[in-house]
């Protein structure tokens, strides 16, 4: 069997995918609260009327309570984002092994496996895991759009090639 082509692909969260990790991460906040909150605000009945839980069951309070919520996890993923402002991660295909190439936060190179998790077509959803249980899986969306010219090669190596770690032949 012959190894695929050398190729390497930068992975980089395109607009459209953080703004889809945000509503989904919003929407997972939003969608308890608004369930719980009507439910405890009409079974909370007991001897005293509670001044809180009839507050709880007003559509308002509920608006509000899920905006604060959305505001929240908008927050964590500026926050998130901005740490990570350095960029995308570069997968590369040697011939051999698939290597995670080094970021500027110090991370050194890995060679490691790479599983194809996802293929929308022009989007991926690769699983990058380490040799010999050094560090932890590493998950990268890959977009067609970010480098046309090389998409072809990495969906090649990463549906043809099934091998063992630096078993290639060529």
Known sequence: MRAPPPVEFTSALARAWRAALSLLVGASVAVPLAWVLPYVAAHAG?????????????PVVQAAIALWGGAMVVAAFWLARRRSAAGGRTLRWDGQDWVLAGDVHGRPDQRGGAALMLDLGPWMLVRFLPHAGIGSATWLPLTAGLDPARWAALRGALWNWRGNPGDARS
């Open 46 to 58: 007991g001897t005293r009327p509670d001044a809180l839980l009839d507050a709880l069951g007003s």
